[in-house]
């Protein structure tokens, strides 16, 4: 659709009934088949889940080797490159900071290696492969009896494993060891003494999608499952047999024999086992039969209820099962059933919901309007599950981050998914990007289906993300470096929805700009946008104002929702980027046709610019405002001082505009240009405080104020060498001093101070003649002092 369209755009034959094209230049938002993480947390204010707090992701990120760790090393600074002992300091992916033994705490001679590249071998392999061993000149001067320390250092058990430094799977992660036709066996999800094989036919960073054995005829969603490596129901070939477990395909399933899964075993690729070593050990838990609890269904992960342990198989695991007194499904075990540990997700001690706020859905046949916990254990004769056998721990989850998150209803989705709600070890998720709504998703902290932002970009996954409403399209382009957006927006047909058809929005480049606005960017602007929804039209035309402004983030702040104008229209968050930062405020838009011109009239009288300078009026060659005639400071006093209300901040009594108040502490030097930055106007409040007019240049020169000579100054140091700090010190010496704020606020420097003038002063400033004289004359004091000490 975008080459077509461009196709068209750039030909000229927009003959199209259903689509209007037009270019235009600055920022936009997202387009929909380029999603972006740092864009979309940026566009939305908010923040990633950190990347820390999730586990099971750090743990497929790690090699195997350990600090502490001993292998062999080729010496290479030697004649005959023997090997030496070293140990593992630290690891950094498949770099190794290797420290030879001999120089124990000492870290003058640590160095890294590849395990990739550098010659590397488990300890006693120089002496199976006849290999002479010898430290380095360094540790021979350390130890004399160097022998001892290789002997010593030989008997320890803590070597490297082989198989993590030679052969294929040597520096790989453990998550790319289970590589596609790997064969693994599969505990069943109920009986934890059954299990069945299934071959790995898509490893995804660690997520892999599984086909059970005898299933290759059968359609992919009747005979796949996706798990990731470190699940404890994935073990490798043979495991069953070595723990006396039956092998037998699960339950309603006609699959192969327990030979033929045998002979399809050693057909298959051999896994390695050491991906076991990254499991954390499932301890011994205190829950008996019959103990009640809340759970939530993991086939169903949206709502909690009540639920039983129905059997104990060892002091690892027990079979939990939801409750039901329909008393239709009691003798089926595997029906509502799952397999728990101690630290299993979705599990809770009774009346946890309560405690917490949260809504219990009542078991179905539960007679009743409200659940009680007491009557409840009455009724089933049963006791509750003590408080001491749910763990707890810390985590960094919070309310608002983002985070990607499985599908639990299409295993196979990954979505962008936001943290709803809190409460100890689990979070509710709302997962974004979907075809039809589901309910907010309960995970827990440690869920092996929840992942860090860019997760699936970094493995190659295709991510669900929020879609853009319907009529707007847009994609980034640029032309020599210049960013391009290309907008197609939907026409009104006029059927039905002309009430809420913008006409064309017209940028009248030949008006006034007033004091806000670049009068040359407003001439780069396309002639017109629209027509289109007015929502849509309107809400670019702003975005095009606010990134024509010197300063974005003022026009912003004027644009922001008025609790005491409204327009009962259409709230939209529009940003602005200004000297690195981001804000954000709600703004108001009319929604009909009829409130558009108005709209527009009124917004311009609210940047001080001329009335016409957008609209759906073109102006042709005269403005009927006559704006081109009067002056700057004529024309803000009639259409912004006098005519114009101010806009404080937004209702709620906050600003949301983001990053607006400037830190004061540890501010970064920066070496300025000789030339005064931006137009500011005499305040004490921040809020109050409007940007806006272009850069001026002024040639150095000095001026002697009513045929007076300054009065002499002596200073210390040379002017040029000032921070804005020392400019505002200085000033707040003198009768002057009110004005400090203006000089930080603008972050004058020295050099910049230099270069201010009486007419300067009077247009970047917006002062009035008598403060702008008496601020002039400190300045020429101060030029006077640098010619005369530190300019010759």
């Known amino acids: 659709l975008y080459t077509n369209l461009s196709a068209i755009v750039i030909s000229n034959a927009l003959s ?59 010496v290479r600074s030697e004649t005959d490159q023997p090997y030496w002992v070293a140990s593992i300091i630290t690891t950094c992916g498949q770099l190794l900071l290797l420290r030879y033994e001999g120089y124990h705490d000492d870290r003058r001679a640590d160095f890294w290696c590849d395990i990739m590249t ?10 199976e492969q006849s290999k002479p061993m010898r430290p380095p000149e360094g540790v021979r001067e350390k130890q004399p009896d160097w022998e001892g320390v290789l002997e010593k250092a030989l008997a320890e058990k803590c070597s490297a494993p082989a198989n993590l430094l030679e052969g294929p799977q040597r520096g790989k992660d453990p998550v790319d060891l289970m ?116 759970a939530v269904d993991p086939t169903s992960p949206f709502c909690i209820s009540p639920a039983t342990v129905i059997k104990v198989f060892s002091d690892e695991c027990f079979l939990v099962k939801m ?52 009557d409840y254990l009455k009724q089933c004769q049963a006791e509750a599950a003590p408080q001491h056998c749910f763990p707890t721990s810390d985590h960094s989850f919070k309310e608002a981050m983002k985070l990607e998150a499985v599908n ?84 009104c047909t006029g059927q039905g929805n002309g009430k809420y058809c913008c006409p064309k929005i017209f940028f009248n480049h030949r008006c006034f700009s007033g004091p806000y ?58 940003k602005a980027k200004y000297k690195g930062k981001s804000y954000r405020a709600t703004v108001e838009i009319v929604r009909t046709a009829d409130c558009v011109a108005e709209f527009c009239r009124k ?15 073109m102006v042709l060659e005269r403005c009927s405002e006559n704006c081109s005639v009067l002056t700057k400071t004529k024309y803000t006093y009639y259409y912004g001082k006098k005519k114009c209300k101010r806009v404080g901040r937004p209702p709620g009594g906050h600003s949301n505009l983001e990053g607006g108040v400037k830190r004061r502490g540890r501010r970064r030097k920066r070496r300025k240009q000789l030339f005064v930055h931006k137009k500011r106007r005499s305040s004490a409040s921040l809020d109050n405080t409007p940007a806006g007019s272009p850069q001026v240049t002024d040639t150095l020169h000095t001026h002697s104020l009513r045929g007076e000579a300054p009065q002499k100054l002596c200073l210390d140091t040379s002017p040029l060498e000032w921070s804005v700090t020392d400019v505002v010190c200085f000033i707040r010496t003198t009768d002057c001093a009110p004005l400090a704020r203006i000089f930080l606020d603008q972050e004058i420097d020295g050099q910049a101070l230099l270069l201010l003038n009486l007419p300067t002063l009077q247009e970047c400033m917006d002062l009035k003649l008598g403060p702008a004289i008496k601020l002039c004359h400190h300045i020429e004091r101060v030029k006077l002092e640098f010619y005369q000490k530190f300019a010759t």
């Open 323 to 374: 409750d039901s007194l329909r008393g239709d499904d009691s003798g089926a075990e595997g029906v509502g059933s799952f397999l728990c540990h101690r630290d299993s997700p979705g599990i809770f001690p009774a009346q946890w919901s309560l405690k917490n706020g949260l809504p219990l859905s009542p078991p179905p046949g539960y007679q009743g309007q409200d659940f009680d916990w007491a």
């Open 408 to 491: 639990p209803i299409s295993p196979e989705h990954i979505h962008v998914a936001t943290v709803t709600k809190v409460k100890g070890q689990h979070i509710w998720l709302g997962l974004e990007g979907l075809k039809q709504a589901i309910p907010e998703l309960i995970a827990h902290v440690d869920s092996l289906d929840i992942f860090p932002v860019s997760w699936c970009e970094t493995n190659g996954y295709p991510l669900l993300y929020p879609i853009k409403p319907k009529g707007l399209w847009e994609r980034k382009e640029s032309i020599n470096g210049t960013p391009l957006t290309f907008c197609v927006m939907c026409l």
């Open 118 to 127: 550098a010659d590397l071998h488990p300890l006693g392999w120089s002496r």
């Open 16 to 74: 199209c009934p259903v689509y209007k094209c037009y270019f235009s230049y600055g920022d936009s938002s997202l387009d929909v088949s380029d999603f972006n993480w740092d864009d979309y947390l940026e566009e939305n204010g908010a923040v990633s889940v950190p990347h820390h707090a999730f586990k099971h992701v750090d743990q497929g990120l790690q090699t195997g080797l350990t600090p502490g760790m001993k292998l062999e090393v080729c």
């Open 603 to 617: 917004t311009c009288i609210k940047l001080e610019c001329c009335p016409n300078l957008f609209g759906p009026r």
């Open 179 to 294: 590589s596609p036709g790997c064969s693994v066996e599969l505990q069943d999800s109920v009986d934890p003494g059954v299990a069945w094989g299934a071959e790995v036919e898509e490893n995804m960073g660690g997520r892999l999608r599984l086909r059970l054995a005898g299933t290759e005829r059968l359609p992919d969603t009747h005979a796949t499952l996706w798990l990731y490596y470190l699940h404890p129901r994935l073990h490798p070939p043979g495991w069953a047999k070595e723990h006396g477990c039956t092998l037998r395909p699960p339950s309603g399933k006609r699959l192969f024999s327990e030979r033929s899964w045998v002979n399809s075993v050693s057909k298959s690729i051999t896994v390695c086992v050491c991906w076991l070593q990254d499991r954390p050990a499932i301890a011994a838990h205190c829950f008996t039969e019959g103990m009640k609890l809340e």
């Open 517 to 574: 606005l670049n009068k040359g960017r407003i001439a780069e602007l396309p002639q017109c946008v629209g027509p289109g929804n007015c929502v849509l039209v309107l809400k670019e035309v702003l975005t095009l104002l606010i990134n024509s402004a010197y300063k974005p983030s003022r026009v912003l702040r004027e644009l922001q929702l008025d609790q005491e104008d409204r327009w009962h229209g259409h709230g939209e968050t529009l």
